[in-house]
């Protein structure tokens, strides 16, 4: 079988990934534009821009790019942008600013500029009042006030919706604000013209500009509450990251702080005494960043742990639900693993780190929910390149509807249509104090409809649809123990059609234990068996080989002296034992190596391979001697995970290095026919399979926890690994189970279908916006039906579309809070 390489991309010696803080964006026009700007930068290879949490990811060579230099050139065009750096890189770095604060600063303004806006809105509103025969309040009908009213919206709250439309359209990447600026503008333009020349017989329309910074900034405040709400897992996420931890031995390790000067932390006296096994020891505290590998820290009851390590001393409880999302408390004691964030609960212990910093699982975790909500869906990527041309088209599309109602529609149409028009666009409009009459003006209403197609084209809506999705997903997933890589994972589970499961350690426990040991020869006995075997096993850590060491152990058999040991992946084991050449492998291996099986043998292995036990045949000298079965016993959960992916409609496939009848046993327990067990399969063919499979037409996912299924696992267009396995698989899945959960692959599944529906849903939703407000904004329905909208109305309806968008990926969280994990539906 031809093996087929994996896909994954080898990346240069010296490409490395920058994460940095993106202020300014607006809407997915400004995502397409700062993901221009930094792929033309030199040296870059990629970029991926998240509107949501205004971070970029970027994929540069550090012989040709600098960060500061990436990150300034995205400043001057209007996108105030700092780089992440690494702790302890040389040079000064830029603080990152804490995307919880940030968020809250960026919420408040957004609350004081619509309080501002909001004032001058309803001040406006009430000097119309006395048009509908309602309360006349003297001065607030003077046209030269609404004047002012229209000046300080825009001076006030809508100065940075101005500054950042002219500063995009200036850089050539318009935007939204462009949008809003050019028709806010042209509306109060036209307004002053009419007021300081009365003689030409316009209506003034002040309230027009006042009434479009107002619905917008109230959209937007709404949006940002609701972006905030999206993201405040993630938040949480991050909160749960401790800021110091207790350095006991301080004598000695005071000396390798890198900070001066450290003080001695108040020691808090526990309810119990003897609950405080190092109150005669010094402790000073330091930031938790400042550990190092190796030292031990003092944490008491009720603090969270701060890095990940090994207890040394001490017995408690250990909250891990922010790891696994399981609330129930772990019993943990000497030589047993904590990981940081997780919450200490009733004894103090200490604790020797292993990881630290950026190497904790949590700091893992966070960077991989952050990978993920800033990952795209192919799907999203059609939507920037749209918006990328979107606010073009729309300027395009507005200078024609002027053109076309002042040369074409209003001579064409008369005298009555522009009268209509006038009276629905105006009849909440102030007077004048003007003598002069006012007349309809077919240079009002042709500047009134442009105004109003500038202002409902909303790019906001695209650019949304599909982070929002993604950050509530993927955040619902990390509380539930559930890591999912990005968007573009989340759209090829959609597609998914077939699941292959590894069986040992995936399927299975992963602890084989010996079942049975049969000597073929009477120079041995079954002790003796097993003393060949585990002589040539002891050098070895595969689980067969660990099954056999442990029954050794049980039988008290110590291995004899061996040596020129060699290990064939996937087949068997051979050493020196006693002067004599000993095999422990597969059938296959055996025939590989000219050994004979007689049939005696073969019936015998049969036999025990029908029961779904593994056989390693025993060879010394060249002479089959026994055979040894041992038997991985099946995660109680596996059966019904099967079962419940059947009835998704998933085609479901077992695959394993066992003989078919063993194979064929396990999957008969399972509910799976003889059909879709791939059996006899080597590590270095696993890839090969799954090309094999992928070769038919069909969407596959592979299952696997171990270093040999990382090919197969990055072959596959899902990978999904078990938090339990190596780190070379959970590096090379899209989806990685922390609780190590079989039932967690269908979550995953119905989470993932789940989370792409809303973003098709967004995506739908956001495109018929545009596509049916823009024609009606730009007066298709004034000739037929006299439907007309002002541009205060279509400002109104571009801050639902945002929010509507927002709101509906909101849902989603909704939609599982109230379902227990494994009973997930489609939506």
């Not at 006299?786 to 279509?794: E, K, M, N, V």
Request: hydrophobic fraction near 45%; include cysteine; proline fraction near 5%.
């Amino acid at each position: 079988m031809q093996v087929v390489q994996n896909r994954v991309p080898i990346s240069e010696p010296t490409s490395e990934t920058l994460t940095l803080d993106v202020g300014g964006m607006k809407c997915a026009g400004c995502v397409k534009a700062v993901e221009e700007q930094l792929t033309q930068q030199p040296g870059v290879v990629s970029a991926t821009v998240n509107l949501i949490t205004e971070v970029a990811l970027v994929q540069y060579n550090s012989e040709q790019a600098d960060p500061e230099a990436i990150a300034q050139s995205l400043t001057e065009i209007g996108f105030p942008s700092q780089p992440r750096l690494p702790q302890g890189q040389a040079g000064t770095p830029i603080q990152a600013i804490d995307p919880v604060e940030r968020q809250r600063q960026a919420t408040r303004q957004q609350i004081q500029r619509f309080a501002v806006a909001a004032t001058l809105l309803l001040l406006s509103t009430i000097g119309h009042f006395h048009r509908f025969g309602w309360i006349t309040v003297p001065g607030l009908s003077n046209m030269w006030l609404h004047w002012g009213f229209a000046t300080i919206a825009l001076a006030l709250p809508g100065r940075s919706i101005l500054m950042d439309g002219w500063r995009g359209l200036r850089h050539g990447n318009p935007n939204m604000n462009t949008l809003v600026g050019l028709g806010t503008t042209t509306a109060y333009t036209t307004s002053v013209i009419a007021l300081l020349l009365p003689q030409l017989g316009w209506e003034c329309f002040f309230d027009e500009p006042v009434m479009l910074v107002g619905f917008i900034l109230l959209g937007r405040t709404l949006e940002q509450q609701a972006k905030h709400k999206a993201t405040e897992a993630f938040h949480s996420l991050i909160s749960l990251q401790p800021a110091t931890a207790r350095l006991i031995n301080a004598e000695s390790a005071a000396a390798s702080l890198e900070f001066p000067e450290p003080q001695a932390a108040p020691t808090p006296q526990p309810d119990n005494p003897s609950d405080q096994p190092f109150n005669s020891q010094r402790a000073i505290e330091i930031p938790a960043e400042a550990v190092k590998v190796g030292e031990q820290l003092w944490v008491l009851p009720g603090e969270k742990i701060p890095v990940d390590g090994n207890i040394v001393t001490g017995q408690t409880t250990v909250n891990e639900s922010m790891l696994t999302g399981e609330a129930m408390p772990v019993l943990k004691g000497g030589g047993d693993r904590v990981v940081a964030g997780s919450l200490n609960l009733s004894g103090a212990i200490v604790l020797e780190a292993t990881r630290t910093g950026r190497d904790t699982t949590l700091a893992q975790i966070i960077a991989l929910v952050e990978e993920a909500q800033t990952r795209k869906a192919p799907i999203q990527r059609l939507a920037d390149t749209i918006a990328g041309y979107f606010t073009y088209g729309v300027m395009t599309i507005a200078a024609l509807t002027f053109l076309f109602w002042y040369f074409i529609g209003i001579p064409l149409w008369g005298e009555h249509l522009l009268t209509t028009g006038h009276s629905l666009l105006h009849a909440a409009h102030t007077v004048t104090a003007s003598p002069h009459p006012l007349t309809p003006s077919p240079l009002l209403l042709s500047l009134e409809l442009m105004i109003a197609v500038l202002v409902i084209a909303c790019p906001c809506a695209l650019g949304l649809a599909t982070p929002t999705a993604i950050i509530v997903g993927s955040s619902l997933g990390a509380e539930r123990g559930l890591l999912i890589r990005g968007g573009d994972v989340l759209e090829k589970v959609h597609q998914l059609q077939t699941i292959v499961f590894d069986k040992t350690g995936t399927l299975t426990q992963g602890s084989p234990t010996v079942t049975d040991c049969i000597p073929l020869s009477d120079a041995f006995s079954a002790l003796e068996l097993i003393q060949l075997a585990v002589s040539v096993e002891c050098g070895t850590q595969h689980p067969i080989a660990r099954a056999i060491q442990q029954y050794a152990q049980q039988q008290q058999i110590s291995p004899s002296l061996a040596q020129a040991f060699h290990t064939e992946p996937g087949l068997g084991v051979s050493a020196q034992v006693n002067q004599q050449l000993v095999l422990l492998g597969t059938a296959t291996w055996l025939e590989q190596q000219h050994v004979a099986i007689d049939e005696a043998a073969r019936m015998q292995s049969q036999i025990l391979a029908a029961a779904g036990k593994s056989i390693v045949y025993v060879v010394a000298d060249g002479q089959l001697v026994g055979l040894v079965a041992v038997q991985d016993q099946l995660r109680e959960d596996a059966k019904s995970t099967i079962d419940q992916l059947q009835a998704m409609g998933l085609n479901v496939m077992l695959l394993t290095g066992d003989q078919s009848v063993a194979a064929e046993a396990v999957a008969r327990s399972l509910g799976l026919a003889a059909d879709h067990v791939l059996s006899n399969v080597r590590p270095a063919e696993k890839s090969a399979v799954i090309a094999q499979l992928q070769q038919t037409g069909q969407q596959v996912a592979m299952v696997g926890d171990g270093i040999n299924d990382a090919p197969a696992l990055a072959q596959a267009e899902v990978g999904i690994a078990l938090h339990s396995g190596t780190d070379v698989a959970a590096e090379t899945a899209g989806i990685i189970l922390m609780r190590d959960r079989l039932l967690d692959v269908v979550e995953a599944i119905h989470l993932s279908r789940a989370t792409f529906n809303k973003i098709r849903q967004n995506l739908f939703w956001a495109l018929i916006y545009n596509l049916m407000g823009i024609p009606i904004a730009a007066g298709i329905l004034l000739p037929s039906l006299g439907i007309i909208l002002s541009p205060a109305t279509a400002g109104a309806f571009m801050a639902f579309s945002s929010v509507s968008v927002v709101t509906n990926s909101l849902l989603l969280r909704r939609l599982f809070r109230n379902q227990q994990s494994s009973t997930y539906e489609v939506v």
